[in-house]
């Protein structure tokens, strides 16, 4: 499948640094920015584990006139692999601590033991949705793969919503947007007017709002809530984790939103048109590729992403959840056994 090609390192806005870490994904790259800070740099995400990243990564900080020593910290809007996977390869090769929201935390495993775990916890979550036998020995044959993406690397700080990250003499401050993650932050620097935005919002691409173990419990409503909260910040250059830096904030936001509501009208329709797992509407619905020629976490991401849009549905009455292994999505009227899904 093709990737989009990675950018050389480029200035962005007033001594503010990009620098594309390739990885493997049709998304191609992901963004790290160096930002000057007192004592030397900030570093916002840290890019994928390998070795081409971490030459990619020095030579983006010598683009940008420093070097190892020079990076006094690392914050991460969140611990997915493509944003924390260097992390601690930084830390261990420079003076800078590592910095996560607290929410971020419990994804982080404490061993090994952590890792098995989270393999079996996605097996559960399979048979909730109704998958069929071929989905659990896809799973299976993903699972050292699952295992090795799930860091064990600890960080030094919590940052929480409005706090301004240390060294930036409050310039720099922390913004909490949960959805694509329970603990995943954005980032505004009010001097330069720019918003770090790591997968919360992206140009085109639509950000994985999944409902799955280690999720929080309505992901969507959380997503949807986290989108209003930036529009806040009005006037300002978007920084996002992959893709291209881009202006128009409140366009792409409201874009996010109508993407939303039309997701959730066409997963109550398939519902109301007899589709009543989460697997059967994932294959009813539409995705940007067809969900037949999906594999592994891609496959599982669609799965996610439709279960996070059903129980919102479930939650604002418009279909009904029955508990179950399988869970059953019915249609909003009728009585047979169904329960309102438990939410303030
Ligand atoms: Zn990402």
Redesign the pocket.
């Known amino acids: 499948m093709d990737s989009a090609a990675v950018p050389e390192p480029a200035e962005v806005s007033g001594g503010v640094w990009s620098v594309a870490l390739p990885f493997p994904n049709p998304l191609g790259f992901?963004f790290s920015y160096v930002v000057p800070a007192a004592g030397g740099v900030l570093v916002v995400d840290a890019g994928w584990d390998s070795d081409e990243c971490w030459d990619a990564f020095q030579a983006g900080l010598a683009a940008a006139g420093a070097g190892l020593d020079d990076v006094v910290g690392v914050v991460v809007t969140h611990v997915?692999p493509?944003?924390y996977g260097l992390a601690e390869r930084i830390r261990a090769s420079s003076p800078a601590w590592i910095a996560v929201h607290p929410a971020e935390r419990p994804r982080i495993a404490e061993g090994e033991h952590d890792r098995v775990r989270a393999v079996e916890d996605m097996a559960g979550w399979l048979g909730q949705a109704g998958a069929p036998p071929s989905e659990f020995a896809e799973l299976e044959a993903d699972a050292a793969d699952i295992r090795s993406r799930i860091s064990m690397v600890v960080p030094d700080h919590d940052l929480v919503d409005g706090q301004a990250v240390p060294g930036t003499e409050d310039a720099l401050v922390a913004v909490h947007t949960p959805g694509h993650t329970p603990g995943h932050l954005c980032f505004h620097d009010r001097q330069r007017r720019l918003l770090f935005t790591g997968?919360h919002i992206l140009p085109r691409v639509t950000p994985n709002v999944s409902k799955r173990p280690q999720s929080d419990v309505d992901p969507l409503r959380d997503f949807l809530g986290s989108v209003r909260k930036v529009r806040d910040f009005g006037d300002v250059s978007v920084l996002p984790?992959?893709e291209w830096v881009f202006a128009d904030l409140d366009a792409r936001l409201d874009d996010l939103l109508v993407h939303h509501d039309e997701r959730l009208a066409e997963i109550e329709a398939a519902v109301c048109a007899g589709a009543g797992t989460v697997w059967e509407v994932t294959r009813a619905v539409t995705w940007a590729r067809p969900f037949d020629g999906l594999r592994g976490r891609a496959r599982r991401s669609a799965i996610g992403e439709t279960l996070s849009h059903l129980y919102r549905l479930a939650v604002a009455g418009r279909i009904r959840w029955v508990p179950g292994r399988p869970d059953r999505w019915l249609p909003a009227s009728g009585t047979a056994g169904e329960q309102r899904a438990d939410i303030a």
Request: hydrophobic share 15%; aromatic share 0%; net charge negative.
């Open positions: 992901a997915h493509d944003h997968d984790g992959h």
